[in-house]
């Protein structure tokens, strides 16, 4: 399983790369595998403003269909367009070309929950 240790996750499988206010978020390796052959990813929240573990968008798989967790709270500032055309990047590059979106993080987000890649696999097993 792969787990950048450059990056932190969430217990809802999702990672975030951090580079000063602006955070690009993806789904992991793990959670890609649990979900098979994603077909469409969906993500009607650019420029908004969420709250920590508000819902930004959903990721379609054959099978079903799984809602995408903000691990930090900020605004939406970019959706990554490729996903539309090519969602199975989700799949074969998911720390990559696969990331999803970028959000200018909020002053003074809370970013506790957020966990290191020991922890994150230690959660998966």
Do not use: C, R
């Not at 217990?11 to 975030?16: L, P, R």
């Not at 793990?30 to 508000?54: K, P, R, S």
């Not at 968008?57 to 996903?83: I, M, Q, R």
Request: charged letters at 25%; aromatic letters at 8%; a negative charge.
């Amino acid at each position: 399983m792969n787990t950048p240790s450059e990056l932190k996750y969430t217990k809802d499988h999702e990672w975030i790369k951090i580079e000063g206010n602006i955070a690009t978020i993806g789904i992991t390796d793990f959670a890609q595998g649990e979900l098979g052959d994603i077909v469409y990813v969906d993500v009607d929240t650019v420029d908004d403003d969420l709250d920590n573990g508000a819902v930004f968008g959903s990721v379609e798989a054959v099978k079903t269909v799984s809602d995408l967790f903000l691990p930090v709270a900020g605004k939406v500032t970019a959706f990554n367009s490729e996903l539309e055309d090519q969602p199975e990047l989700l799949n074969t590059d998911p720390y990559g070309n696969g990331w999803i979106i970028k959000v200018e993080i909020a002053d003074g987000a809370d970013q506790s929950e957020l966990l290191s890649a020991e922890e994150y696999q230690a959660i998966i097993g």
